[in-house]
């Protein structure tokens, strides 16, 4: 995990799998379909003009939130209007969780752990070249 703080919004960025693991997101459209939603794909996805329809039911039922999927390439746990994609997860509702799928959230640990492990080798090396 890692967490961005900038004046204007608050975020932690998991991994994928800890992400949809948490927040539940529906892709069966029989029940998308019960719920009396009708999602424009396979996956339970809808729309920018589906935003309203999905705020409404949200605030009629408390176990549902929305997924936003954003221009910016990234899967929030809040609603963003005017966005390319919209899930109803029943899972976590924490609006600062974020998935992005083109950072690896683990990446700043395993850069500092190569850079501290280059650091040892080259300590070694000039160990043992010296006299």
Known sequence: MVATVDEHRIEL??????????VHTICDNEELRWLDLDPFDMIGGFTEGDGPTLVEFCLAHSE???????SENRYVNR?????RTY??????????????????PLRPLIQED??????????????????
């Open 87 to 104: 899930k109803i997860a029943t899972g976590d509702s924490n609006p600062y969780l974020v998935y992005n799928p083109w950072v690896n």
């Open 114 to 131: 190569v850079f501290g492990q280059l650091g040892c080798e080259v300590h070694e090396i000039g160990r043992s070249k010296k006299p």
């Open 13 to 22: 960025i998991v991994d994928g799998d800890i992400f949809w693991s948490k």
């Open 79 to 83: 609603y963003v209007p005017g966005q």
């Open 64 to 70: 549902y939130h929305i997924v936003t999927y954003t």
